[in-house]
């Protein structure tokens, strides 16, 4: 078992900036791709970022590309979100995802079988 706790959340105005991070514990944390999604009222859980095991690879949605970073420090089991140039379409509940089993992270939440709980992201316009 993986157990994932989120942290960073809050209110920003548009155009600030904000920070995420995800502690990790269960499992060792180089062995797990990592990712962050969010979900807005009334709307599906979508993609945000992801990042391989070493933090080599990382990928993004179209929407948050060049204004949100995925990143992660294998020694204190974390990994981060910076998000800069916040929009008000940006207000979510933001999760970080884990799976041990996955080659290359994935863009689908149905590839990662561990989530946190999730914190919420509200930009103000």
């Known amino acids: 078992q993986v157990q994932l706790v989120e942290s960073g959340g809050g209110l920003v105005q548009a155009g600030g900036s904000l920070g995420l991070s995800c502690a990790a514990s269960?499992?060792?944390?180089?062995?797990?791709?990592m990712a962050w999604f969010r979900q807005a009222p009334g709307k599906e859980r979508e993609f945000v970022a992801a990042?391989?095991?070493?933090?080599?690879?990382?990928y993004y949605a179209d929407s948050v590309k060049g204004r949100i970073t995925i990143s992660r420090d294998n020694a204190k089991n974390t990994v981060y979100l910076q998000m800069n140039s916040l929009k008000p379409e940006d207000t979510a509940v933001y999760y970080c995802?884990?799976?041990?089993?996955?080659?290359?992270?994935?863009?689908?939440?149905?590839?990662?079988?561990?989530w946190g709980q999730g914190t919420q992201v509200t930009v103000s316009s």
């Open positions: 995802a884990a799976d041990p089993d996955l080659a290359a992270p994935s863009r689908s939440d149905r590839s990662y079988d561990f």
């Open positions: 269960g499992r060792t944390f180089s062995d797990l791709a």
């Open positions: 990042i391989s095991r070493r933090g080599s690879s990382t």
